[in-house]
């Protein structure tokens, strides 16, 4: 279980764990399971984890002033699930996590996350690492919805993310891209031609 996590890591820096770096994290990570449909996270609950996904998938969503449900996020192996901004200020969170299929994760809390980085070098690299592509993915995924056809976003989707593509059902791919589900059963369709 822990070799997931431990072949992340090293995708993401230039040096290899020591074996001590790797008891280090097997002490600060606990196993996780959650069963489809259970919650991670529900909204108005202060994010006291981020979870690493062994095996599973999750998602992130909230209801908008209608209250109809949005997907913002989906999460599956080798991603790290959790609300930002409950997790770095321990605020109650807008959002909810649940699991889409049954889940294991190894989960941390945010101080046992920065304490293990002063201790694991490549820990802190790897979160520098995962910052930075995460702010460029918003990034891109702002752009895409403010000035892409829908079109053009599901081909965007369906290129970064294919593993989303038979994990989630086409209602949440829409959510996640702002579109109804109709328009994407109308992209899908012309994209097959």
Same mark, same amino acid.
């Given at each position: 279980? /822990? &070799?997931?996590?431990?072949? /992340?890591?090293?995708?993401? =820096? &230039? =040096?290899?764990? =020591?074996?001590?770096? +790797? ?5 600060? *990570? ?5 069963? #489809? #449909? ?20 999750? %998602?992130?969503?909230? *209801? !908008? ?9 989906? *999460?599956?192996?080798? /991603?790290?699930? !959790? +609300? ?9 969170? #807008? /959002?909810?996590?649940?699991?889409? +299929? !049954? ?34 993915? &918003? ?26 593509? &038979? ?8 959510? *996640?891209?702002?579109? =109804? ?7 899908? #369709?012309?994209?097959? %031609?």
């Amino acid at each position: 279980m /822990y &070799n997931n996590l431990f072949n /992340y890591i090293s995708r993401y =820096t &230039n =040096t290899e764990l =020591t074996a001590q770096e +790797e008891d280090l994290i097997k002490k600060a *990570f606990a196993p996780k399971r959650l069963r #489809k #449909k259970q919650f991670f996270l529900q909204e108005g609950d202060v994010c006291r984890y981020t979870g690493f996904i062994i095996k599973g998938a999750m %998602r992130q969503c909230c *209801f !908008d002033t209608k209250g109809v449900e949005q997907t913002v996020n989906f *999460f599956v192996e080798d /991603y790290w699930a !959790d +609300e930002r901004e409950s997790f770095t200020f321990m605020t109650p969170s #807008k /959002y909810s996590i649940q699991a889409w +299929e !049954d889940t294991h994760l190894l989960i941390i809390t945010r101080e046992g996350m920065l304490e293990l980085a002063t201790k694991v070098p490549s820990l802190l690299e790897m979160l520098r690492t995962m910052d930075d592509r995460h702010a460029i993915a &918003n990034q891109k995924r702002v752009s895409m919805s403010i000035g892409c056809t829908a079109e053009k976003r599901y081909e965007d989707f369906a290129a970064s993310y294919p593993q989303f593509i &038979n994990r989630f059902p086409l209602h949440q791919i829409a959510s *996640f891209l702002g579109i =109804t589900k109709e328009t994407l059963s109308r992209v899908r #369709k012309q994209s097959l %031609r």
